[in-house]
């Protein structure tokens, strides 16, 4: 084919795309509901008399971020209503994160089929916060409401805030900052490193001038959906969520617990991704490039989400069937599709920690292995809030580039306050799906303390690549709404929950876990006082010992299986 005639039909496929686009009506229209609050939304509508259906994306970002979704989809033959939720933009009232968001997304579906550009079938497509818009409705059996398109949103917010019961200060502090206004504030005006650092944290917002109703009511956040009954949601969702990904926990438990009545009705994509990298051409994760077979980027999202609501809101067949979980497997770099989650095959593999001296030891230089062994062995360390283990990377707030993803751990591990248990050499290559934890036994000199693990893959050149990290908050040991302090130097159950993820365990690498009591800024610093660390201003040292013997056999769970 020569030049001028690709040049041809590049103009000429450009002209149809303007012209295509010239037919779409955009209208921005308000309505108030019965709690007498006025809601702006543009209304994308599509060539042609109608009616059509519907897809709704609430956002608090600005819908004018949103256009190039509205034009798709409209393209498509849909009109896309996109809104401005509650005191954010052109909708008015106040803005508190999550709570109003349930009472005002059924007002706007009311809304919506009451229009006669609606022929009453109604998805909704959600990113992020806009997910969380359309899961917390996901139950509510709205007649209009059809089906969801849930990429990295929750129903639960404490299980992506609070994990372990710390805060995820990174992502809380900064996005409250950024967002808990009209509009926008510039968070570059802010100095963020003090403002991380901070004692006591329930002050701090006050501390710059600021009021955050968010921030100095963690309670009434924290029991948002708390109680959200699963049972109840009968339309279907697609998910989609990355290893990376600070939400992934969130999103993976809407899955799961959604498809518990109709298994049919959800499906999950699971890619190696951080936040909202999925929509991007970025195949780097970190400090590792997955190639091009774990990119999707924004057009492939797109036609991912029409296809989900062409077949549920037009009743069309789907042009690629998707599996109940496709899933990527990093270091394989492979993507696998599964018809259950987690996928059926997968074997709870125990590496128990031990000391290589075959004493206690203060070093943390320890191995895992997969016998127990019966002497009564404890490894210490000292917790000092004020030096705390940095963070070095994983899954975080994206409002940090320099800490998404994967990173070196070698130097974190060098710390006298982070125990290191190395496995040998694996002589068959592991796939590790699903969601590793470190059950343990330890005991404090606080009251109140956290415990962090880490887990590693280390490459032959000695290279120790995080994979997930969980935390766990003591006193919150048994529930966010439980309080229950340590008794000093006895000896406690305990477990953390690492995070889902998927991988393989090549030939030749071996894994580490890493048991620590902080990682800063990720997670607040427990102040190790009976005071809780949000409210408290004062710290002190805390003296922590990890226990493995036949009595307390700590140990390290996969769930793992023979690569295929």
């Given at each position: ?15 149809i795309?303007s012209?295509a ?5 955009v ?12 809601f702006e939304q543009d ?5 042609g008399?109608g009616?059509f ?6 956002t608090?970002y ?15 033959g849909?009109?896309t ?15 508190i ?8 997304g ?17 998805g ?10 359309g899961?917390t409705l ?6 209009a ?14 299980v992506?805030?609070?994990p372990?019961?710390a805060?995820h200060?990174m ?5 409250l ?27 701090v ?23 959200f ?16 990904d ?24 699971f ?15 970190g400090?590792?490039?997955f ?11 797109l036609n ?9 809101l ?8 998707l ?39 203060i070093?943390?230089d320890?191995q ?18 004020l030096?705390?283990v940095?963070?070095?990377?994983g ?7 320099g ?14 306050d ?24 330890a ?33 919150f ?8 302090l340590?008794?000093?130097?006895e ?8 995070g ?11 894994i580490?876990?890493?048991?620590s ?7 607040n ?21 990890i ?18």
């Open positions: 084919m020569n030049s001028r005639l690709i040049i041809f039909l590049m103009a000429l496929a450009s002209t795309i012209f686009q010239s037919e779409i009506k209208k921005t229209l308000h309505f108030t509901s019965q709690q007498g609050i006025l209304v994308y509508l599509p060539p008399d009616p259906p519907v897809i709704l994306i609430r608090p600005g819908k004018y971020q949103y256009k190039g979704d509205g034009n798709f989809f409209a393209q498509h849909y009109v209503v996109i809104q401005d939720v509650r005191g954010k933009f052109g909708s008015k009232g106040h803005f994160p999550f709570l109003h968001e349930t009472d005002d059924l007002a706007t579906l009311d809304w919506i089929a009451e229009q006669n550009w609606c022929d009453g079938e109604i909704i497509y959600g990113i992020s916060y806009s997910g969380f818009c899961l996901s139950n509510k059996q709205h007649k409401l059809k089906a969801v398109v849930n990429f990295s949103g929750w129903v639960r917010p404490s992506m805030a609070a372990g019961g805060q200060l992502l809380n502090l900064t996005w900052l950024h967002e808990e206004t009209q509009t926008s504030r510039n968070i570059l005006e802010y100095d963020l490193d003090s403002l991380l650092n901070y004692l006591p944290l329930s002050n917002f006050r501390s710059i001038g600021i009021k955050s109703d968010a921030w100095e009511n963690p309670d009434l956040l924290g029991t948002i959906n708390e109680k009954n699963y049972s109840k949601v009968d339309i279907p969702i697609l998910h989609l969520t990355g290893a990376y600070f939400v992934k926990e969130a999103t993976i438990e809407a899955y799961t617990q959604s498809k518990i009545n109709n298994p049919k009705h959800h499906k999950l994509i890619g190696p991704w951080f936040h909202n990298q999925s929509h991007t051409s970025l195949t780097e994760v400090h590792i490039d190639g091009e077979s774990s990119l999707y980027g924004d057009e492939k999202v991912l989400a029409l296809q989900w609501m062409d077949q549920h037009k009743n069309e067949t789907p042009r690629d069937e599996p109940h979980a496709r899933v990527f497997l990093m270091f394989e770099n492979k993507w696998h599709d599964f018809e259950n989650w987690p996928p059926e095959g997968m074997e709870t593999t125990e590496y128990f920690i031990d000391s290589k001296n075959g004493a206690n030891s070093s943390g320890g895992l292995i997969e016998k127990k062994r019966f002497q009564s062995l404890s490894d210490a360390f000292v917790y000092n809030p030096d705390p940095p963070t070095m990377g899954a975080n707030f994206h409002f940090f580039p800490q998404l993803g994967i990173k070196d751990q070698t130097e974190v591990e060098q710390r006298n982070v125990l290191v248990y190395e496995s040998s050499e694996f002589s068959n290559e592991k796939y590790v799906i699903g969601n590793p934890k470190f059950v343990f036994y005991s404090s000199s606080a009251p109140d303390t956290d415990f962090t693990a880490k887990l590693v893959l280390v490459q032959p050149d000695g290279t120790a690549l995080n994979i997930v990290d969980g935390i766990l908050r003591t006193r040991r048994k529930g966010l709404n439980q309080n229950d340590l008794e000093k130097k000896v406690y159950p305990f477990e953390i929950e690492l889902t993820t998927a991988f393989m365990i090549p030939k030749g690498h071996k580490r876990l890493e048991v009591s902080s990682n800063f800024p990720k997670y610093r427990n102040t190790n006082t009976k005071e809780d660390s949000f409210y408290s201003a004062e710290s002190q040292i805390a003296h922590q010992k226990y493995h013997s036949r009595q307390y056999p700590s140990r390290l769970i996969l769930p793992m299986m023979e690569a295929k």
